[in-house]
């Protein structure tokens, strides 16, 4: 099955700041990665995603980066504000059984505290 | 749009007992999930729907939680007897089909504690 690493665990930036958090995923199969923000006490919710015939996407001040090659994909928030405050999950969709249904696993999350 | 429903939002049950979640998915979607979240931790699949259909379980603990989607619709996931160990979140999602992976929308989550 699909192993997510994620990196880092907890990120503590200033008000302004950029913030990166990177994942690694291992099955090359792979094709779609998307990323959830989740508040506390709240749902995760979709933030962003891209799939694998793409290398970058962009949405205002969150874009990510895939690099098939090395199996590993970055978000990245700029200008971040207090309320970009949440944990983040990185995800990677793979093949159940090998046939058509596709399953996703997040990675561990990431605790990102802007500090104002 | 309605979003996906859950009940209940909480519980707090003695290790041994059982206890029942329920979920509702946005009308219209084919794929349901439970995910099981705890604390400090993403959220871990436990089984996936299309329709009524299982497509997969490999991580759910079959000797004591169960879950069903009788009708294609709504879903009940079942812990019996449970263990100090299932306190976590239990989180519904849906998405529009399986087949092409989509957007989950997941529900506010059932917090389950276990004494």
């Known amino acids: 099955g699909e192993n997510v690493e994620q990196h880092p665990s907890t990120l503590s930036v200033q008000e302004g700041d950029s913030a990166v958090i990177k994942c690694t995923y291992s099955?090359?199969?792979?094709?779609?990665f998307p990323w959830y923000k989740q508040e506390l006490g709240k749902r995760p919710q979709l933030i962003i995603d891209i799939r694998s015939n793409v290398g970058e996407k962009k949405d205002q001040r969150i874009a990510v980066t895939l690099n098939k090659t090395a199996k590993h994909f970055s978000l990245h928030i700029t200008e971040t504000q207090p309320e970009d405050s949440a944990v983040y999950f990185c995800?990677?969709?793979?093949?159940?059984?090998?046939?058509?249904?596709?399953?996703?696993?997040f990675g561990k999350g990431t605790l990102l505290t802007v500090n104002p | 749009e309605a979003g996906v429903a859950q009940s209940p939002r909480y519980k707090i049950i003695e290790k041994r007992q059982s206890v029942a979640f329920w979920c509702n998915p946005i009308s219209g979607h084919a794929t349901l999930y439970w995910y099981q979240q705890i604390l400090g931790q993403g959220p871990k699949l436990l089984i996936q729907f299309q329709n009524n259909g299982v497509v997969d379980d490999s991580q759910l603990p079959k000797d004591r939680f169960s879950a069903e989607r009788l009708k294609g619709v709504d879903s009940t996931l079942k812990i019996q007897p449970a263990k100090l160990e299932d306190s976590a979140v239990y989180l519904c999602?849906?998405?529009?089909?399986?087949?092409?992976?989509?957007?989950?929308?997941f529900g506010e989550g059932s917090r389950l504690t276990v004494l």
């Open positions: 999602a849906s998405s529009f089909s399986g087949r092409r992976t989509g957007e989950l929308f």
């Open positions: 995800a990677a969709s793979w093949s159940v059984g090998g046939g058509s249904n596709y399953k996703l696993t």
């Open positions: 099955d090359s199969a792979s094709n779609y």
